[in-house]
């Protein structure tokens, strides 16, 4: 039974078992002395009842807007300042953005020096996210870390509704491929979901002094099984280093769709040498003409947050290998030595001359070249991974087999003469390398 049905019952009850004898009263009383006063008296009692009535029920509107308001308060707070997405914009500059329910950024991050630039002098407190968007990607162009050569962006959607995460990272990329059309740059846009279960990529970004987003997109390309040129599994020190343009430059040329990265456009080769200008710089350092190699192959590589091309070549009985960083065209490393197949062929052919010699002694008595460049590196106490630019050729002479080894290390060059059949070292020369 409802409150009010039970107080009209207690009323309806109170009156039937008590009769309503006041007017009776009042006819007696009427000529008594101080009647009036009486009347005044009980008037003003029923006035303070009243007054305590309409007090009470004021008291309790007062809660109740109160309570409305603290509701519609939380509610507004919930709405201006609670983070309901994170979003990631990643070139070189990191910048985090912390967007409430109504698109509105709560905060605008710089995760690394290049990104205060971008940030410097700019308030993006309760701006629209899309007016966010706009203001980030001109001030990236206008600081020259979006441009023809460097046209790759990375956007990283944090959010906890998918639906959601799949809507903003359509709309941002679009909006930012826009910007990017606009200003004549084809740019190119990854974008990936990313969240906090995973804890191993927020370790991974303290480590290395990323972002979160860079670091879940190399671990995505890692995920993809990419090898190098020899065939070996990134790592991820050996991709860290690179721009998204670079990263997503190696995802091109590897032919290679990372799953749970989404993207568009393609990434500017415009700031490369190219496969043509590498292999060009191998064969005028090696001094042989393109039309006297054979089995030349060209790869595109990362080591070490460098992009590279890997060039390799044989001519007449020897085999080259070059490392030519793929930006200057310098060459990072080259190794030059007997083909010992041309050799072998070419002795059972004429079973005479030099290359004869040398195969033979090479098939029976020399040490291998490993074995020669072991003695050499452990002689100079260095290790291998520390050398760069080594040569290494097996030669003749006055009748005496011997490996000719030179390498860098540190601010040294190191040469070497080492007899092929005893291992013993004829010469050494050591020099400061200007």
């Known amino acids: 039974m409802k409150r009010k049905e039970i107080e009209k019952y207690l009323n309806t009850a109170v009156s039937n078992s008590v009769p309503d004898v006041l007017d009776n ?3 007696k009383c009427e000529k008594r002395k101080g009647f009036k006063n009486k ?9 303070k009842k009243v007054f305590n009535y309409k007090l009470i029920g004021g008291l309790c509107c007062l809660i109740l807007v109160l309570g409305l308001a603290g509701i519609l308060g939380f509610n507004q707070y919930n709405k201006s300042f609670k983070v309901e997405t994170v979003i990631e914009f990643d070139v070189n500059p990191s910048i985090e953005l912390k967007v409430n329910k109504d698109e509105e950024v709560i905060e605008a991050l710089a995760l690394n020096d290049d990104a205060k630039k971008v940030l410097s002098d700019m308030d993006l407190n309760k701006v629209d996210l899309n007016v966010a968007v706009n203001a ?24 906890n509704d998918s639906k959601e995460r799949e809507r903003l990272q359509k709309e941002i990329m679009e909006e930012i491929n826009n910007l990017l059309n606009a200003s004549s740059i084809n740019g190119s846009v990854l ?10 990529i927020e370790k991974l970004s303290d480590d290395y002094n990323i972002s979160v987003g860079k670091a879940k997109l190399i ?11 020899k065939g070996e599994l990134y790592t991820f020190d050996a991709l860290a ?25 393609t990434a500017s080769t415009s700031a490369y040498i190219g496969r043509d200008k590498a292999k060009e710089i191998a064969l005028n350092d090696a001094k042989v003409k393109a039309s006297n190699i054979r089995e030349l192959e060209i790869e595109f590589d990362a080591d070490d947050g460098i992009l590279l091309y890997e060039v390799e070549f044989k001519n007449n009985n020897r085999e080259y290998e070059y490392d030519i960083d793929a930006k200057t065209g310098k060459i990072l490393y080259k190794e030059n030595d007997i083909d010992d197949d041309y050799v072998s062929s070419s002795s059972i052919n004429n079973g005479t001359g030099s290359n004869a010699s040398i195969s033979n002694s090479s098939s029976s008595s020399t040490i291998s070249r490993d074995k020669a460049k072991s003695i050499a ?9 520390s050398i760069r630019e080594l040569e290494i050729e097996l030669d003749k002479d006055d009748g005496r087999m011997l490996y000719e080894i030179e390498f860098k290390a540190g601010n040294k060059e190191y040469q070497y003469e ?12 050591i020099e400061i390398d200007d």
């Not at 974008?191 to 191993?200: G, L, V």
């Not at 995802?251 to 799953?259: G, Q």
């Not at 080492?418 to 020369?429: H, L, M, P, Q, S």
């Open 25 to 27: 009263i009042l006819e």
């Open 39 to 47: 009347v005044i008296k009980m008037k003003t009692e029923e006035k």
């Open 136 to 159: 980030i990607i001109g001030s990236m162009m206008k600081n020259g870390y979006l441009t023809i050569d460097q046209n790759s962006i990375l956007v990283s959607v944090k959010n």
């Open 191 to 200: 974008t990936q979901e990313f969240d906090d279960t995973d804890k191993n």
């Open 219 to 229: 671990s995505n390309v890692l995920a993809a099984k990419l090898t190098n040129s």
């Open 241 to 265: 280093g690179l721009s998204i343009t670079e990263l997503n430059l190696l995802l091109n040329e590897k032919n290679t769709d990372v799953e749970a990265v989404n993207s568009s456009g």
């Open 377 to 385: 590196l452990n002689d100079a106490k260095v290790k291998e991974s």
């Open 418 to 429: 080492i007899n092929a059949v005893t291992g013993k070292i004829i010469e050494r020369d």
